[in-house]
């Protein structure tokens, strides 16, 4: 899939000029995010700005941040995610480059001679998503399937407790004319 022309930079010239590209993306627009996503209503704000630190090291700093809902593992209840990530990449063009990277830098390999603004971005949310998001804590589910479906079993509970403190209750009943 070609990126559109809106996100399509060229890296080493926008880090001559120290380009800085600021915006918002919707979040439908982004289908590899949306795949993993309870609600695709959201939008990404972003500020990237390239520099070079020198001969052949070409830098991508910014910020992304976004405000989004996911499904909640344990109720199955949708849950907000609040984004908010910084961005060190270094862009590299190989193997090599990206290992004499130090800290706090991280590698992004250029394909090409482009870079797709919008995929750097996605790629960046999905790795700030949890694999496994839950509420906090359990209270937050409430109202949700797992507070009825906890309800439920402590009823279960109390009905097996009833039946153990009076063995006596079936008889009882066949007593009763
Ligand atoms: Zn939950």
């Known amino acids: 899939m070609s990126a559109e022309p809106q996100y399509r ?3 080493f010239k926008a880090c001559a000029q ?3 590209r600021t915006g918002e993306i919707a979040v439908c627009d982004m289908p590899r ?3 993993v996503l309870r609600e695709a209503g959201d939008v990404v704000q972003y500020r990237l ?3 070079q630190a020198g001969m052949e090291r070409y830098r991508l700093t910014g910020q992304v941040q976004a405000e989004l809902t996911v499904t909640c593992q344990r109720c199955m209840g949708p849950m907000r ?3 908010d990530a910084q961005l060190q990449l270094a862009l590299v063009q190989s193997e090599q480059e990206a290992e004499l990277l130090e ?3 991280e590698p992004y390999t250029l394909e090409g001679s482009e870079v797709d603004l919008k995929s750097l971005l996605e790629d960046e949310l999905l790795l700030q998503l949890p694999s496994f998001p839950r509420h906090a804590d359990a209270t937050a589910c409430e109202g949700s399937d797992w507070a009825n479906w906890q309800q439920s079993e402590e009823t279960h509970e109390d009905e097996r407790e009833t039946e153990r403190d009076n063995p006596f209750a079936v008889l009882q009943a066949l007593k009763k004319p």
Do not use: C, G, Q
Request: hydrophobic share 55%; aromatic share 12%.
């Open 81 to 83: 995610i609040a984004v």
């Open 33 to 35: 995010l949306v795949a």
């Open 103 to 105: 800290e706090p830098w």
């Open 49 to 51: 700005s390239f520099s």
């Open 18 to 20: 120290k380009v800085t």
């Open 9 to 11: 930079v060229d890296p």
